[in-house]
């Protein structure tokens, strides 16, 4: 059973920056697990924000980020604000099948 | 522009099948697959397969096996979620997701995502 680990929870201020991770119980996430992210707020759909590690939807702020660190996907928010309080789920692909993080609930405070 | 528009609410008693509905908009509609994610209450997202609207091929992955069938209907731009005998635990809202290209499922591409989403069809199972 492939486990995809996210932190639980963070806090940022507002106009700060702060690194969401994404881990595989397979071992170091690389650029071939494609890893998404999303974003979901409270009684809405997901959001796509990242795909394929670091590129953006033609709809996502330039403040969001993704890339790889220390063997996990990562996705960065720099000047962060009230409205990106929010769950974020990372998504990692297994040659042929998608598994989902467990989510990181962001707060902004 | 894209859309995917979801049937409504359901509330089914368990083992009366249930049959959500994606329409699709705005794009060539068997050109990407369609994938299937289930949030059950207060949980995370979790993925449940995915259909080449080309072929029609479905892949599910364990645990949405069995009870669980997608379909299209291609002449309508349509992907369905169709659950058999549901049961409590398959109360949840499903959500379908667009992409990747159909090419890449089962294939090899150098980029993979989910870009478009419907607004989720909540499914309640109850007596």
């Known amino acids: 059973q492939t486990v995809v680990t996210q932190e639980p929870s963070l806090t940022v201020s507002p106009g700060g920056t702060v690194t969401l991770t994404c881990a595989s119980s397979?071992?170091?996430?690389?650029?071939?697990?494609?890893p998404n992210w999303f974003q979901q707020k409270p009684g809405q759909a997901p959001r796509a924000l990242i795909y394929?590690?670091?590129y953006k939807h033609s709809w996502t702020p330039a403040r969001f980020s993704g890339s790889l660190l220390g063997g996990k996907a990562a996705l960065t928010l720099s000047g962060v604000q009230p409205e990106d309080e929010a769950e974020y789920y990372c998504?990692?692909?297994?040659?042929?099948?998608?598994?989902f993080g467990g989510g990181t609930k962001l707060a902004v405070l | 522009q894209v859309q995917l528009v979801q049937s409504g609410s359901e509330l089914k008693k368990p083992g009366a099948s249930v049959k959500v509905s994606c329409k699709a908009s705005g794009y060539t509609f068997t050109t990407y697959a369609v994938n299937w994610v289930r949030q059950a209450p207060g949980q995370g997202l979790e993925w449940m397969g995915w259909?080449?609207?080309?072929?029609?091929?479905?892949a599910y992955v364990q645990g949405f096996t069995g009870r669980f069938v997608f379909s299209l209907d291609t002449s309508v731009s349509t992907a369905y979620l169709h659950i058999s005998s549901p049961k409590g635990e398959d109360t949840a809202v499903y959500y379908c997701?667009?992409?990747?290209?159909?090419?890449?499922?089962?294939?090899?591409?150098?980029?993979?995502?989910?870009?478009?989403w419907g607004q989720g069809t909540l499914v309640t199972v109850s007596s």
């Open positions: 998504l990692l692909y297994y040659g042929g099948a998608w598994v």
């Open positions: 259909i080449n609207t080309n072929t029609g091929n479905p």
């Open positions: 397979t071992g170091a996430v690389t650029s071939n697990y494609y």
């Open positions: 394929s590690t670091s």
């Open positions: 997701a667009r992409g990747p290209p159909n090419y890449c499922v089962g294939g090899s591409c150098s980029t993979y995502y989910f870009d478009y």
